[in-house]
Structures are given as structure tokens and as C-alpha cells.
């Protein structure tokens, strides 16, 4: 296992920068998972941790020693990418144990044959791929080759596993499954995992901690519930929650002591809970952040109102998508045996400490429903 710093670590390709100035700790023993649009830099931070990329500013340390320059073979890592990248002409025990044999091929000790053969067959135990041994790739379904993929990672014993969007080629029923074997692996292996994914559903439930990245730069660290609760700014509010959540332009028309008034010009005013009004004045421009689980249709005394244009059913919920104004469609969730039909015009309860605002910059401001919200500093 190790523990990776990243201090001041950037990446230029000629003039576009991939990664800029990223500072980030992770620890020994963790399974964090860089997360973020496409083209925000997070298979490159990957690679720069693998040593596949030579950084072009800054350092990388694995349990405070310096492997900047030091190859991928000296740095202990094993990779697991998208594309499994399997031997077709290999079974499964030799795909998984090619790389052992490669380190042993200048010795012929017998005790480091046996040695191997053990790591290879429990690793297929793990897997649960002990009756694939024999056959080779073109006879696997594509989660079977996955799990190769990745116990030929496991079998090399390495300090760091890294995991590149490893399930994106799977049906949506796999994936589900894989994520259940990788955070049993996680918790029986005990190694440092870093996983990047642009699914922010994979980042919630297989995180310890979610880097979320943007244009080449740290966004957020933290828990997955502290990143849903608590977003640093617009960006990381709109990623982490499926559906997103609903963003709206809004005056603030009063402030008291621990709760604004807010105009968004297309319905009754909102009252929005905050924990401290300090750096909020009467015609400040700010947007009302609403997650549609936080919303509900009701009899005609919500504060906004719209028509519904567009119902998902998803079996056990279902979300409305409400024209409200000109902006985007508002998103609201309802009971999956919900009476909401196209066409019809609904109104919507906004919970006061539900609601989360943004100042101009796209900073989060203080709410009050989970305490005080504090600046999680960021490289």
C-alpha cells in the first residue's frame, strides 16, 4: 500500500495545459476516484501517477519518497483500463500470470514457480474465475475479461491499483455488479485504489473521497455525501446529484437573520434558510440552487408553477420536467404512481433549508440545514 502526494503538478501538451497546479493527498489504504466532464484532465492525472506522462511542473511521492522520474516498472503500480488489453492467443492463467513471468524470467527457482501458480489461482478465487483458467478471451463475456483484467493487476501485489474508466464497456446491469466486486476487493485487499470515471454515479459509490475535476483543476475533495451536501460552487453543484440540480437566476429583495427573500421573477417570492447573511444585500444578483428530490408537486400553494413537458419513469420514482419561465425545464421527483401528466400545470413547494445559493462568482453560500457550511481548500 502507499500513500500519494501530488504537490504543484501540472501538464502541458504544446500549449494546452491537461493538468494545472493539482495538490492532492490521497492515503494509504484509500479507494478515491477522480471525477469530471470529459477533457478535464483526469486520465492524465492517472497517467502522471503511473509514470505513463512525464509531469511538466511539480512532484508526485509515493509514502514521501520522490518518483517523479522513476519509471511505472520501479513505482509499483498495476493499471486496468477500458479496453482490458488481453492476449487473445493467451487462456486466462497465462493472461494474468504474463506478468509474473516476465519479472521471473531470469530465475529458475522452483519455489517462485509454485509462488506464482498460488497468486494466479487466488486471485481467480477472488475473482470467481477459477473455472475460466483455460479458456482464452474471445470465449469471455466482456465482464468475465474485465475480471481478468483486473486479477492480472491483483497478482502483481502492487502498492497502488489504478483504474481507468474500467467499466464503461459493460451493459448497465455489469456495471452494477463490478461495483459491488471492486469495493469487496477494496475492503479485502486493503491496497490503494484511484479510479477515474465520468459517471458520477460509479464516483458516489465507490468512493472513500471523490476528486471532482474541471479543466485541468481540483474543484472539490471529499466524502460523497459531504460533495452532495456541501458543493464548493456552481460547478460541483450541477455535477454530483443525478438528475442535476436545477439552477435559477434570483434577486435577494430582503435579508434577516438567518433567511433571504428572493425574487426570480416567475412566481410567488422564496424564503431560502441561510446560516449567515454577511455577504448578502438587498438587490445582490445570486442563483437558487433546488435538487428535484427536495421538490413536490402540490395543491396550488407552492411558489412556483409550471407545465409539465416531460415525465421520466424510472420504476420506483418518477421526475417531472416542468417549463418554468425561460430558463431550463425545472426537474421535479415524484412517486412513481404519480397523477402528473403532460400538459398539465403544476405547482411546487420549495422547502426554505433545502434551498442552496451561489453568489456571482459561483460560491456557495452558508446554508443552514447541515450547519455552517466551511471552505474545503483546494490545490
Not at 501538451?13 to 492532492?24: D, M, P, Q, R
Amino acid at each position: 500500500m502507499a500513500a500519494i502526494s501530488m504537490h504543484a503538478v501540472g501538464k502541458t501538451f504544446g500549449k494546452t495545459a491537461a493538468v494545472s497546479n493539482v495538490a492532492l493527498d490521497i492515503h494509504d489504504g484509500e479507494f478515491a476516484v477522480f471525477v469530471g466532464p470529459s477533457g478535464c484532465g483526469k486520465s492524465t492525472l492517472l497517467r502522471l501517477i503511473a509514470g505513463l506522462e512525464d509531469v511538466s511542473s511539480g512532484s508526485i511521492a509515493f509514502d514521501g519518497q520522490d518518483v517523479t522520474e522513476q519509471a511505472p516498472s520501479e513505482r509499483g503500480v498495476a493499471m486496468v483500463f477500458q479496453s482490458y488489453a488481453l492476449y487473445p492467443h493467451m487462456n486466462v492463467y497465462d493472461n494474468m500470470a504474463f506478468g509474473l513471468k516476465l519479472a521471473q524470467s531470469n530465475n529458475t527457482n522452483k519455489t517462485d514457480r509454485q509462488g506464482m501458480d498460488q497468486r494466479v489461482r487466488e486471485t481467480a478465487r477472488i475473482l470467481q474465475i477459477e473455472h475460466l483458467l483455460a479458456r482464452k478471451p474471445r470465449e469471455l463475456s466482456g465482464g468475465q475479461r474485465q475480471r481478468v483484467a483486473i486479477g492480472r493487476a491483483i497478482v502483481r501485489q502492487p502498492r497502488v491499483f489504478l483504474f481507468d474508466e474500467p467499466l464503461s464497456n459493460l451493459d448497465a446491469a455489469l456495471r452494477v455488479q463490478m461495483r459491488i466486486e471492486l469495493k469487496r476487493l477494496h475492503r479485502e485487499l486493503g491496497t490503494t485504489m484511484i479510479y477515474v470515471t465520468h459517471d458520477q454515479v460509479e464516483a458516489m459509490t465507490l468512493a472513500d473521497r471523490i476528486v471532482v475535476l474541471n479543466e485541468g483543476r481540483v474543484e472539490q475533495i471529499g466524502a460523497p455525501l459531504e460533495l452532495y451536501h456541501h458543493p464548493r460552487n456552481l460547478f460541483v453543484a450541477g455535477f454530483i446529484g443525478s438528475p442535476k440540480m436545477n439552477f435559477m437566476s434570483a434577486i435577494v429583495t430582503a435579508c434577516d437573520a438567518q433567511q433571504v427573500t428572493l425574487d426570480l421573477g416567475i412566481g410567488r417570492p422564496i424564503i431560502a434558510a441561510v446560516a449567515d447573511t454577511a455577504d448578502l444585500k438587498t438587490g445582490a444578483k445570486v442563483t437558487l440552487g433546488l435538487r428535484p428530490e427536495h421538490l413536490t408537486d402540490t395543491s396550488g400553494e407552492g411558489q412556483l408553477e409550471g407545465e409539465v413537458i416531460a415525465l421520466e419513469h424510472l420504476g420506483s420514482e418518477t421526475y417531472a420536467y416542468l417549463a418554468c419561465g425561460n430558463g431550463e425545464p425545472l426537474v421535479i421527483k415524484s412517486a412513481a404512481d404519480t397523477a402528473i401528466k403532460v400538459g398539465q400545470r403544476v405547482s411546487v413547494a420549495v422547502p426554505p433549508q433545502k434551498c442552496y445559493l451561489f453568489d456571482e462568482t459561483g460560491m456557495a453560500l452558508a446554508r443552514r440545514d447541515f450547519g455552517e457550511w466551511n471552505v474545503i481548500e483546494v490545490g
